[in-house]
């Protein structure tokens, strides 16, 4: 097969696996950004190769990749990425997509064996879509080091930001129902002393949906006041807030703002030049974990969890209490 006919458009990539099946082909399928080609991506896709007949790279686009690494990146444009890995004879397509994850195309060809980093694990978004059609996750661990750790080594590049996303209702305070008044403000314990260590590596962000504005029950700039007393409480700790994200719309206005959506996160993430894979966010709720995880984040939740959540919403980390955090991230 020709190099150009391994990269193929998704549309395309759907009928060769259609008649790949009638031949009772195993497909598997591996997805990534592949940025600076290493010797770990070489051995994750010669281990993938060996799982099933047909491999299947599924490629971030460049506008994916500067989404959740940077602005920096990709170093090497998707052109020249897909032209490498075609190059291989362990590859057998390669299909470019510019959303955040690879779900879309993953839950169009539903491959047979879907190979994993050991970075992300079984815990990874895909896992449960992958249950839908019988699929299997299966991972590969490589002692190799990452592209951004050879960029820095080899150019001493400043990195993108590392940050941490806090909810605010349940997890900094405590949650009222539609805490609108200063007054009202009460943190949880541990809170301060817990984002004075982590501040010390990452930038700290609040980012909380506030229907109640959009609902008629108090204005912006009571929500604004709340913030402006927390960030005033954090400052007097050595803390502080890079900004507080506000989400003031509720579910029928179908915003790409409000969690689980991570229009928020991808925003601040472009503003700071955030490396969203490599930073976490913090929430007492599922929708916070599903608009981390739909970002390419570590997620954890932090309260008792449902004895089986989907993928898309199962925390990487689950803690009971504010304090307990620092034992998770690193």
């Not at 444009?77 to 075609?86: S, V």
């Not at 047979?112 to 990874?124: A, Q």
């Amino acid at each position: 097969m020709l190099i150009s006919n391994k990269i193929v458009p998704l549309k395309k990539l759907l009928q060769e696996v259609t008649r790949l099946r009638k031949n009772k082909k195993s497909i598997v399928v591996l997805s990534g950004s592949f940025d600076m080609f290493h010797s770990g991506h070489l051995g994750l896709i010669k281990a993938a190769k060996n799982k099933g007949d047909i491999l299947i790279v599924l490629l971030n686009s460049d506008a994916s990749i500067r989404s959740y690494k940077g602005n920096g990146r990709p170093i090497i444009l998707e052109k020249d990425r897909a032209e490498l890995l075609a190059a291989l004879i362990y590859v057998d397509y390669v299909c470019i997509f510019d959303e955040l994850t690879c779900i879309l195309p993953l839950t169009r060809i539903k491959p047979d064996i879907f190979v994993n980093g050991s970075d992300w694990g079984k815990l990874s978004i895909e896992t449960d879509f992958l249950k839908e059609w019988g699929g299997k996750i299966k991972i590969h661990k490589s002692l190799s080091e990452t592209t951004s750790s050879i960029l820095e080594r080899v150019n001493n590049e400043k990195p993108a930001s590392q940050a941490i996303f806090f909810d605010r209702d349940g997890v900094l305070i405590k949650d009222t129902g539609y805490l609108h008044k200063v007054g009202d403000v009460v943190f949880l314990d541990g809170v301060f002393e817990t984002l004075k260590k982590l501040g010390e590596k990452y930038k700290l962000f609040v980012i909380t949906n506030q229907s109640g504005i959009a609902r008629g029950m108090y204005s912006n700039a009571a929500v604004k006041a709340v913030h402006a007393h927390i960030d005033r409480e954090c400052k007097k700790k050595g803390i502080t807030i890079t900004e507080f994200l506000v989400c003031p719309h509720q579910d029928e206005d179908g915003c790409e703002c409000r969690k689980p959506k991570n229009g928020l996160l991808l925003e601040a993430a472009k503003k700071y030049n955030i490396a969203l894979g490599k930073s976490w966010i913090v929430g007492d709720k599922l929708t916070d974990i599903e608009a981390g995880k739909t970002s390419n984040m570590r997620t954890i939740f932090m309260g008792k969890l449902e004895k089986h959540v989907h993928s898309i919403r199962s925390p990487h980390v689950v803690v009971t209490s504010f304090k307990e955090i620092l034992n998770s991230i690193q």
